[in-house]
Each structure stands twice: as C-alpha cells, then as structure tokens.
C-alpha cells in the first residue's frame, strides 16, 4: 500500500459535520437562482432505461427522443449521457447520431457484479468497441465488505485497462456498505484504481442514493484532489426524481467541491424521470418529454 493509500483509507469523518452539511444542503434556494440550478442539473443528467423490458426498438426510440430535445425546448442544454444496457449500445448510438449527448452502458454485470472476471471483461470490452464512451460498473461489493481491499483493487484496475479511453463511473452501492467510513473507503479504493468518477448506486437496491452518502463521497473526492491534485468526478443515482432532492446534490457538490466540479465533465445525476421533472418545471403545461 502507498502512504497516500493508507493515510485515505483511515478517515477523519464526523457525523455532525455531515449531518450539518447535509442539512445545509436541503436549504431552500432563492427563487431567481432555481431556474438557472435547474437548467444545470439538467445537462449533467444521464438519461437512463434500464429496464427488463427495454428492446432495440425501444432504445433506439429513446435516444432519437433525447437527440430531438432542441426541437421542443429553445434555451436549455442536452442531458449529458444516455446510459443504457451494454448489448444497445448499437441502436442507442445510432439514434443519438451527431447530437453530441454521450453514450454511457453498464457493464461488468450490473447491478450485482457477481461473475467471473473473465465475462466482466468481455462484456466491458464489446461495449467499448460497440461505441460506448462511458462505462458505469459496479465493485465487487462481497470482496469489499470481507476487507480484501488488494482483490477489489486489482479487478477495478483491470477493467480501467479494458475501457481504455472510455470514461469509468465506478459504483459503490452506498447502501450496501452503509457505514459512512465503508463508504469512504470504497470512494478511495476506487479513485486509486483509476475510476474517473465515482457513483453512489445503481438504483437496483433497497436503499439508493442518499445526501448522507453524497456527502461522504464529496469529502473523499476532496481529500484526493488535495492529496494528488487530480479531479474525479461524481454521480448520484438511484430514486432521484424530483427538483427538490436534485437540488440537494447540486448543494452538496457546490458546497464541497465548488464550481469547478460543476460541469457535466465532473458530475452527473442517473436518473429515468428527472429530467420529466425539471422540464415540467421549467416549462409548466407542456406533456411529459421522456
């Protein structure tokens, strides 16, 4: 282990400090700044289906809709990624065509992570060569939780090499580890095996995303841009889908983190009904979009 590795992995966290954050967060946001927080959180949404139910057609359907956003809504920018299962990449980047919105899939057999390695990587790297440019995986959360830190480290590094170029969301499953100092460990595991962001949750658990969990990843994300000098991103998902609780991540990056990370580059929202929510928001009477 490096010192860097072992200084992170030890974390001063306090609870009160969190739940002050967290609460500082939930604040309400002047009603002149809403509008514009909301047209933010938009772009650095990724539009997501991953549903039992989803087809080539449908996919294919779902990402001509989100490319044909300009046509219905004047001012506001492009949800950041579609993100949908790895074996639609085909029709997803084919209806996305040139509109600049980023393909993303889960991969390495999510939700649960629980396959050889050997499928992991295959399935990640026909992803990429099926034109993927960001892959969302999950760590293995049973080798985590039984204190193999060196296993989970190894695996993360080997699927960082299998999606070359393509941007790696590595996915705690926040709820699963529960703990905040669990948590913060993951985050640290993570961003040492090359991660270019971390993710919460995958939205298949019990318990999702929290602000209490967001909060803890921020401040690990900080400690290692502090430590390093190097900026990895962060993403919420899981149950997010109001203005409301959306808010609360943006209030938490930007108190954290600052606006440097307030850019699609740097943080994203998975989410499924969201972006309905803010442009019912944004643009009141209009059908639902999505």
Known sequence: MTKLYKKLLNPDLSTDEMNEGVAEAKRTVKPEERAGILRNIFSFIDLTSLNTTDSATAIRHFAEKAASLHLTYKGISNVAALCVFPNFAVPARQGLGSCGVKLAVVSAAFPTSQTYLEVKILETEMAVKNGAAEVDIVIPVGTFLENDYDSVIKELKTLRTVAGKATLKVILETGLLKDPRNIYRAAVLAMES???????????SQLSATPEAAWVMCRAILDYWNETGIMIGFKAAGGIATTDEAIVYYNI?????????????YFRIGASRLANSILGELYPGRPAFF
């Open 194 to 204: 090359g991660a270019d962001f971390i993710k919460t949750s995958t939205g298949k």
């Open 253 to 265: 990056v930007s108190e954290i983190l600052g606006e440097k990370w307030l850019s699609p580059e």
